[in-house]
Each structure stands twice: as structure tokens, then as C-alpha cells.
């Protein structure tokens, strides 16, 4: 609960921050995350695959509350896998605004301060589950 | 959770901890291991619950037959429940499979592999090992008659290689044994020094600490005056002795800070992972082979893909298409249980309740992939001593090297095998699916080759076969991991199902993700809760 009021401040703070000057491009390095991390599934130019693979083009929730997505991002959701292990933090930033900004979609740049609080709040929370295998 | 780094074993004195200090390290990971998890130990059930209706003549329809649904299937028909399994696929099992010769392995979007090993070689592309402690999936092997051999899961002789990390070990494979019991040595050294100079004075009686110089003396590894690790035999000979007078030279120990550069991660030894696994003959699959020919033929209708599902308070309604001829079906039941993997189950139109529709999403799947490669010869034992065991890596993407615990010396099928040429699990996985079946080939072969120069390209036939489970139509990951916060928030309302409709499989164990344990066992806890529920309103 009280990183969720650290994350929401930290959402809060980010929205006043948040001018042209300090919104970088990330285009090149999360155009490579994106061939090596996200496209064996959502392909080339965020197009999807049938009805397996969602179209991140387009798409309402990549578009929308960006709180969601980040929580999305970070702890995986109803298959989607959890980068949280592989990716370095602002790597992980520099993806979620490629997303957001590439292929038509224009929603508003997510912060270094806004992913980190959520990505610290998840990795406290991580107990060392490891899967079977 | 409870701070495991510095719990003791409860009920256990120092003294009789100290007695056992041969055991040190083994005993004090369980029970920490023990005290930290909130969920129970792992795979506690050893039998199919004791349910107390006789299912009033209840239809269960199941979705999938995997290992979860086909239990579900065998338990529940035993106790007079009529059940169903509509399986999207044309075999049964699921992710329990085996590739062998003719074995086909499709991903989406990509070409049709068909599996030409030589007779008698396969890889377990799914699930490959089973603790002792998993007893509920040993169970069946057991009273279905499946028959497991050792799996050998860890021996001395395998490698470790590192070549992200700089050092004298940067790009050559060491033997596991060396590291390990150099760890091992230059650990009882220190901690004999520092006991023997009154460091742990304040921690341990004077009775305690002869004890345990007493048993960090007689391990062999230090010198009995000055406590110097040194060469000894439980690190072996770089000259093996033989007859006469050839007592053969013992090996000298690395050098510690070079030991100390290796990861402890690779050190993956665990109550659930031991040294000593098991296998079924042949292939994993046997299991779930043994699983379907407990089933009458008619309980699994293949190749039929779920469209919709409604459910009302007196029962529920499931339609499906035949991926085969298109034909449309219904099906009524009085429940339905669903072992579909979620990120599968999202694609289903279902009437759930809110709640239940916003837990089925908090698993997150994790990506894994898999590749076999076959040999025409088994050099890995003939030159190299390895029977079995894992080889371990810090290559992105390939992480691990296991060989063959079956037809070990050849001597099932002839001078022939299959290694599991790689095993990335995780993120660290996607980027290897990404790569067409030849390049997987090829990023296994030049991994392999650096730890088998010379050999590895050698003796492979031009026959391997790979899998991303992420990228399977009917999985979408090789397992499902639960968040702390999913556990917490969403699986108590998964648990209990949504009026007619029921969650089970691996999922419904999320202590034990990914294991074969978990999806017999998760069958078997929905089972009690729908008998329970049957007990009382029918």
C-alpha cells in the first residue's frame, strides 16, 4: 500500500516534470529491445499474430493507463511474461515508450521515476519463488 | 516470510545441529527452506484425496488433456462423476511430451518440424525431471505402471563454462567437482581458522567448537596443523593411480579468488533439484501415455477448440469447433473445469464474474525454450567421463547442456544420443525463439563446441529438433509463475471457482510452477473442492 502512494506520487510529480526538453528519443535502442525481447510474438511493427498475439498498434491498453501497462511490463499478465529478471530498469523504460510511441501510437512518455518506483515495489515483493524446471 | 539467513532449525539444539555437521549445508537449506515458504512444502500430497460424495451423477467437462485433466478425468470417473476432457489438440498430454522419431513440433508462425532421430533417442522437450519429494507424481508412475529410471541431474565430471566473466576461467570448461569441492575447502579452511583463533567464541560453547574442528578436520580437506586447504582426495587426481607402484598425483586446488569468481548460481543444487532424479523410460511422455490408457477412448475428444463457454446457475454450456472439419458443437455439463493454461483461456468467451475475470489474468507465462541434438556417438562419456548431469553456462539464451541419463554407455540402443543442447528459461529465452530452426541448430552447436572442442560438430547427425513454448497456439509459455501479490490477491479467487466453473492444473499449485507435481496436485485440490461443493448443494 505504501508504494502504491510511492508510485502515484511518483505518477503525480512526473505529470509536472514531464516537457519536451526531457523527453528523449529512444527510438534506436527500443527498436532493438523490441526485435529481441517483444517481436518472436507481437511481430514486426506491432501488428500481432491472428487471435493469439495481441497487436500492440493501435492498442487501447498500450495507449492507455499507464500505470497498468507498467505493472503489465514488470509482472507479466494472462501469459505475457514478466521482464522484470532480464531487462535493466531503463531498459525497460526505454521499451514501454517505444511501444507507446512507435507505429502510429502517441501516448505520453512514461519516466525513469515513475518505473522505478513500480519496478522497486515488485522487486521487494519478489520471495524467491523460482518455477520447476 | 520468515528471515531464512538466520533461522535455526527449530527443536534442534546447536549440539545436535554441530553432530550433524556432516550434513551441514543440506540440512539447513531445507529447513530454512522449510520455515520460508508460507505455502506448505513442496508436493506434501502422496495420494488422490479421499472425496466424500459418490458425484451424484454430476457431468464435469474438462478443458485439456494434459496431466491435470486427464487425473481429473481418472479420480473423478472413479468416484462416479461422468467426465468429459475436449482437448484443442490431436494427442493427449499437453506439455508432458517426448520428440522421438515422427514427431511433429509446430510453432506459430513458424515451419513444421518433424523429428528424424535414430530409434530409440528422444528429448524430453517438456517437462525432464522428477524429484523424490514430488511423491504425487511418482504416484502414478507407480500405480499406473510407468517405469522411471535415474535421471542423473548433477555429476562432478560436467562443466562449468564462463566466458562473460574475466579471470583464468574466461572461455575454458572446468569440471564441476574441482570448483565445488574447492569452494568446499577453502570454506572449511577459513571457518577453521577463524574457530581455531577464538572467532566464534562468542557464538558457540568451547565443547562446540572442538566439535567442529574435530569435523572440519576429519573432512581431509585442510591440514590438521595449520588448516591450509590443499590438494586432497575428494578433489581427485590429475594422474590416476593404478597398479604397482603408480599411486597416480593428486590435482592442486584452484586458486580461491579464482574459485570465488565463479557464480554461485551454478551451484543449482536444491532439495527439489538433487544430484539424483528420475525420468521415465523412454520419455517423459510415458506418463502421460500411462495417464490416457487408464481413460476409456471416449473420455478425450480431440482436436476441438472451445469458442464459448456459459454458465448459469444450473449448469454450464460449452461450444466447440473441430479444427479438423470446422463443425460446431455444445456440450452441457453441471461444471466445468478448465486445466487451459491462462494466457490460453483469455482467448475463450466466457461469461465470469468480474472477480474471476480479473484473476485469470495475473499469472505471468514464462518464455522457455528447448532444443535436442543427436549424436552418432556418446564422446561426452568415452572421452570425458560423463554419465548424465548438466553442464552449466552463462551464455545468454542457452544456460544449460544436459546429457542423457538414458542408453547410458549405449548399451540400450548403441553408441548413440541426444543431448538437451540448451535450456533458456525466462526472458532470456525470446531471443533464441526468434531465430529460425537452423540458427537454433547452429547457436547450440558453437556453445556446444567450446565445451566439446573438437567433438561436438563432429558427431552431431544434422538431426536436432527445437521448441519456444511461448510461441506453442495451445500453451503460449512453457509455465505459469504467480506474483507475490497475485497469490495473495487473485488466487484465493481462482481457488474457489466462479458458481459452475473451476480453475485447475498447474495453476491452481503455484508452489509448484512448472512441475508435473503441480498439475497432478493442483487436479487433486479442485477435485476436493468440487466434491465439497457437490456434498452440500448438489
Known amino acids: 500500500m505504501k508504494n502504491y502512494f510511492k508510485l502515484l506520487l511518483a505518477l503525480l510529480g512526473a505529470s509536472t516534470l514531464m516537457t519536451a526538453a526531457n523527453a528523449q528519443d ?3 535502442e527500443g527498436a532493438q529491445i523490441y526485435t529481441d525481447y517483444c517481436e518472436a510474438c507481437h511481430q514486426i511493427g506491432g501488428e500481432g499474430y491472428e487471435d493469439i498475439y495481441p497487436a500492440l498498434k493501435d492498442n487501447e491498453f498500450v495507449n492507455g493507463d499507464k500505470e497498468e501497462l507498467i505493472y503489465l511490463l514488470l509482472e507479466g499478465r494472462a501469459g505475457m511474461p514478466t521482464f522484470i529478471s532480464d531487462l535493466e530498469v531503463d531498459q525497460l523504460t526505454t521499451i514501454i515508450n517505444y511501444i507507446r510511441n512507435s507505429w502510429g501510437n502517441t501516448a505520453g512518455e512514461i519516466t525513469q521515476e515513475e518505473m522505478d518506483a513500480a519496478y522497486d515495489e515488485i522487486a521487494e515483493e519478489d520471495d524467491g519463488f523460482g518455477p520447476g524446471n | ?42 508436493s506434501e ?45 490431436d494427442y493427449a498430454g499437453g506439455r508432458c511430451v517426448s520428440a522421438r522419431k515422427g514427431s511433429v513440433i509446430e510453432e506459430v508462425g513458424s515451419e ?67 570448483a565445488d569441492i574447492d569452494f568446499k575447502g577453502y570454506s572449511t579452511e577459513l571457518l577453521a581458522k577463524v574457530a581455531d583463533q577464538g572467532a566464534l567464541d562468542q557464538l558457540i560453547s568451547q565443547e562446540d567448537k572442538e566439535m567442529l574442528l574435530t569435523h ?53 543444487e536444491t532439495a527439489d533439484h538433487p544430484a539424483v532424479m528420475f525420468q521415465a523410460v523412454g520419455g517423459m511422455d510415458q506418463i502421460a501415455q500411462g495417464l490416457k490408457r487408464a481413460l476409456k477412448k471416449s473420455q478425450i475428444r480431440y482436436n476441438s477448440e472451445i469458442t464459448d463457454i456459459v454458465q448459469d446457475d444450473n449448469g454450464v454450456k460449452v461450444t466447440y469447433k473441430n479444427t479438423k472439419n470446422g463443425r ?37 507465462g514464462s518464455p522457455a525454450c528447448k532444443i535436442g541434438v543427436e549424436f552418432n556417438h556418446r564422446f561426452w562419456e568415452q572421452n570425458d567421463m560423463i554419465y548424465g548431469g548438466v553442464t552449466s553456462t552463462d551464455i545468454p539464451g542457452h544456460r544449460i547442456l ?31 525463439s526468434n531465430l529460425s530452426m537452423a540458427e537454433r541448430t547452429e547457436f547450440a552447436l558453437s556453445v556446444g563446441e567450446k565445451i566439446h572442442p573438437g567433438n561436438y ?34 488466487f484465493p479467487v481462482m481457488q474457489k471457482g466462479d458458481n459452475r466453473i473451476f480453475i485447475s492444473g498447474n495453476i491452481a499449485s503455484p508452489a509448484l510452477g512448472g512441475w508435473m507435481a503441480g498439475a497432478i496436485e493442483g487436479a487433486w485440490s479442485t477435485m476436493e473442492v468440487i466434491d465439497k461443493r457437490v456434498a452440500q448443494q448438489g
Request: proline share 4%.
Open chain 1, 26 to 28: 529512444h527510438s534506436a
Open chain 2, 1 to 42: 516470510m520468515t528471515d531464512t539467513d538466520n533461522s535455526q532449525p527449530s527443536g534442534m539444539t546447536k549440539r545436535s545441529f554441530l553432530q550433524s555437521v556432516g550434513m551441514i549445508g543440506g540440512t539447513a537449506a531445507v529447513m530454512t527452506a522449510l520455515q520460508g515458504w508460507e505455502m506448505g512444502f513442496a
Open chain 2, 45 to 89: 500430497m502422496d495420494r488422490p484425496p479421499e472425496m466424500s460424495t459418490d458425484g451424484k451423477g454430476k457431468k464435469v467437462i474438462i478443458l485439456g488433456a494434459g496431466l491435470a485433466g486427464m487425473v481429473l478425468a481418472f479420480e473423478m470417473a472413479k468416484k462416479g462423476y461422468k467426465t468429459q476432457i475436449i482437448e484443442a489438440l
Open chain 2, 112 to 178: 513444421k518440424q518433424v523429428c528424424n532421430f535414430q530409434d530409440g533417442n528422444y528429448v524430453n522437450y517438456g517437462p525432464w525431471r522428477i524429484p523424490a519429494e514430488h511423491k504425487s507424481t511418482i504416484y502414478y508412475c507407480r500405480t499406473l505402471g510407468v517405469p522411471l529410471e535415474v535421471m542423473v541431474n548433477k555429476t562432478g565430471k560436467s562443466y562449468y563454462y564462463y566466458e562473460n566473466k574475466e579471470g583464468p576461467f574466461k572461455g575454458v570448461p572446468i569440471r564441476q567437482e574441482h
Open chain 2, 216 to 268: 572440519l578436520k576429519r573432512s581431509g580437506l585442510i591440514d590438521s596443523k595449520e588448516f591450509n586447504y590443499r590438494a586432497n582426495r575428494a578433489r581427485g587426481h590429475s594422474s590416476y593411480p593404478g597398479a604397482g607402484t603408480n599411486f597416480g598425483k593428486l590435482s592442486e586446488p584452484y586458486e580461491m579468488a579464482d574459485v570465488l569468481s565463479i557464480a554461485n548460481a551454478s551451484r543449482n
Open chain 2, 328 to 364: 460446431v458443437r455444445s456440450e452441457e455439463a453441471d461444471y466445468l473445469i478448465s486445466t487451459a493454461p491462462l494466457g490460453v483461456m483469455q482467448k475463450i468467451k466466457i461469461n465470469l464474474s468480474e472477480d474471476m475475470a480479473a484473476a485469470i489474468k495475473a499469472t505471468s
Open chain 2, 402 to 432: 544436459s546429457y542423457p541419463s538414458g542408453n547410458l554407455f549405449g548399451s540400450a540402443h548403441g553408441d548413440t544420443g541426444v543431448i538437451l543442447g540448451y535450456y533458456p528459461i525466462g526472458g532470456q529465452s525470446v531471443p533464441i
Open chain 2, 457 to 490: 560438430r563432429k558427431y552431431f547427425t544434422g538431426e536436432s529438433i527445437s521448441v519456444a513454448w511461448h510461441k506453442m497456439k495451445y500453451a503460449l509459455s512453457g509455465w505459469e509463475n504467480w506474483s507475490r501479490r497475485g497469490r495473495t490477491r487473485s
